[in-house]
């Protein structure tokens, strides 16, 4: 996929659609939402999954399996290591690379409950960029009871990957050499409105965190603009920075009374240079977890 030239969502689809994102969750929709889209046979709408067809994931594994469709791969479905030095708060590493001289690629997971999602991504070689992002469902979903009230807030940790970075490790460096993607992390809240069936929600105090900087360059807050949430629990609508239209989210809510939410984001944080962020939002309702957002 190349590297995006203008703030659009004119994203080049290499999806093929089959499969069950992150084995064991149900195929679930993409939602109403305020951008409509047509889901793929897994479920996850084609501008949210991009290049990733798919991945397996167990909370603890040392590996995991994912299937990204990019030129460095000898086989489709590649095994990333855990990478303990990139996790941040709730979320967890891995990466891939053939050799030094190939793409370093980085995935995100999280599960909590029964909700799990993943982003991945690469900074880019040769002017081009390979990633995508997917949620599934583990188990049952059932709408909260009437009169719960806080149970419709999530709040927690948010992070996200760039498709630019600093030079990875090893390899030839100078205009030859891959990028290890930026990592980003925030802090997010989801309101979700199960008698209007409605969502929406945000991500602030968005940094770039990444070993090679002096400073943590802070970045734009972001908004999940309303969307509806589907009868099956899934949801898909706008990203905004500002009032700024910069992309799309989506995801599911899972478990009994819908205590988790796993959501996903593609979006452009911002115009110079052109870049494009994968983010990852799997939260625990405040009434059961509580959160830095979370309040009476």
Do not use: W
């Amino acid at each position: 996929m190349k590297k995006p030239i203008l703030m659009s969502l004119a994203f080049t689809l290499l999806l093929a659609c089959g499969g069950n994102p992150l084995d064991g969750g149900d195929p679930v929709g993409g939602g109403g939402g305020a951008l409509p889209e047509t889901p793929t046979a897994s479920g996850v709408p084609e501008s949210l999954r991009l290049d990733l067809k798919g991945a397996s994931y167990v909370p603890g594994d040392p590996t995991i399996t994912i299937a990204l469709s990019f030129q460095d791969a000898t086989a489709l479905n590649a095994t990333y290591v855990r990478t303990p030095a990139l996790d941040r708060p709730d979320y967890f590493a891995y990466t891939f690379q053939e050799s030094t001289s190939n793409r370093y690629v980085i995935a995100m997971v999280r599960q909590s409950g029964s909700a799990k999602a993943a982003a991945v991504m690469d900074a880019g070689q040769f002017a081009n960029y390979f990633g995508g992002t997917t949620y599934a469902r583990a188990d049952v979903y059932s709408l909260p009871l009437a009169g719960v009230g806080p149970r419709y807030n999530y709040s927690g940790s948010y992070v996200g990957l760039m498709n630019i970075g600093v030079p990875a490790p090893g390899g030839p460096g100078g205009g030859l050499g891959p990028e290890q993607a930026y990592v980003t992390e925030g802090r997010a809240l989801i309101t979700a409105d199960f008698t209007e069936m409605k969502i929406s929600g945000g991500v602030d105090n968005r940094v770039i965190i990444n070993p090679a900087l002096d400073d943590d360059p802070v970045l734009d807050s972001i908004s999940l603009g309303l969307a509806d949430i589907a009868a099956d629990g899934s949801f898909f609508g706008p990203v905004f920075t500002g009032s700024s239209d910069a992309g799309v989210y989506g995801g599911v809510f899972a478990g009994i009374e819908a205590r988790d939410v796993a959501a996903v984001l593609v979006f452009y944080p911002y115009k110079n240079p052109p870049t494009v962020e994968h983010g990852l939002i799997v939260l625990t309702n405040c009434v059961d977890a509580g959160g830095p957002a979370c309040s009476p």
